[in-house]
């Protein structure tokens, strides 16, 4: 049962176009939901995260909308680079045993032309 | 860099065989967590240590077993190697203070033949 669903699977953009990437999640008891980006022979990196109780957070060109009563989330990029092709996973955890074990999406693969 | 080293970067084995993982972790994280990665999927969660003593384990058979040790690098060992194996095996490192900030290494990649 995958528990946190990720669309697109892929996404191309122009430099300097908008980034869109879904996540959906059923678990209620998760509370927290980072974002983590992964270039190619690389771990992933946390890139931004947010909790329920804020609709949304914004670090720099990078925006969490959040929406709780729709269990979902999503990830903008603004004014997105060549630099940002990578590939996104969403993520969910909860505390368990005093550890936030995340569940992962599936990826999605984003390429941005020059 | 995230200050999570793993070796080997790449493995080949065949179906069968066994194989063990190397993790050392960022200075300071008494936490490590190792995940799973199939080519195209998001990380799968294996199992954590904390303190040398597993905490918590996904859904993965008990082939599949570790290490931590007291400087807290740690060991992913797989025993009867299938070709479903084949993966990026990654680890995470964490301290008591940021419970949910993890680093990763840039992973083991195995190939099961």
């Known amino acids: 049962q995958q528990q946190v669903k990720q669309s697109p699977q892929s996404l191309i953009v122009q430099k300097g176009g908008i980034s869109i990437i879904n996540c959906a999640y059923e678990?209620?008891?998760?509370?927290?939901f980072p974002w983590y980006q992964q270039f190619p022979g690389k771990g992933p990196a946390l890139l931004i995260a947010?909790?329920?109780?804020?609709s949304e957070k914004k670090e720099g060109r990078f925006t969490i909308s959040f929406n709780k009563s729709a269990k979902q989330f999503s990830l903008h990029i603004m004014d997105s680079q060549p630099g940002d092709s990578a590939t996104y996973f969403c993520?969910?955890?909860?505390?368990?045993?005093?550890?936030?074990?995340?569940?992962f999406g599936r990826g999605t693969s984003l390429i941005v032309h020059p | 860099e995230t200050g999570v080293t793993q070796s080997p970067t790449h493995l080949i084995k065949t179906r069968g065989q066994q194989v063990t993982l190397r993790c050392s972790s960022q200075?300071?994280?008494?936490?490590v967590s190792w995940y799973q990665q199939a080519l195209g999927q998001g990380p799968q969660f294996i199992f954590q240590?904390?303190?040398?003593?597993?905490?918590g384990r996904g859904n993965f058979p008990p082939r599949f077993s570790g290490l931590q040790f007291p400087n807290y690098s740690s060991e992913l060992n797989v025993n009867a190697l299938e070709l479903d194996d084949s993966a990026l095996y990654l680890c995470?490192?964490?301290?008591?203070?940021?419970?949910?900030?993890?680093?990763f290494g840039a992973g083991t990649r195995l190939s099961v033949l």
């Open positions: 993520a969910a955890s909860s505390p368990s045993g005093g550890s936030y074990i995340p569940t």
């Open positions: 995470a490192s964490r301290a008591d203070r940021a419970k949910n900030i993890q680093y």
């Open positions: 200075s300071g994280h008494n936490t």
């Open positions: 947010i909790r329920p109780d804020v």
């Open positions: 240590y904390y303190r040398e003593e597993e905490n």
């Open positions: 678990n209620t008891a998760f509370d927290y």
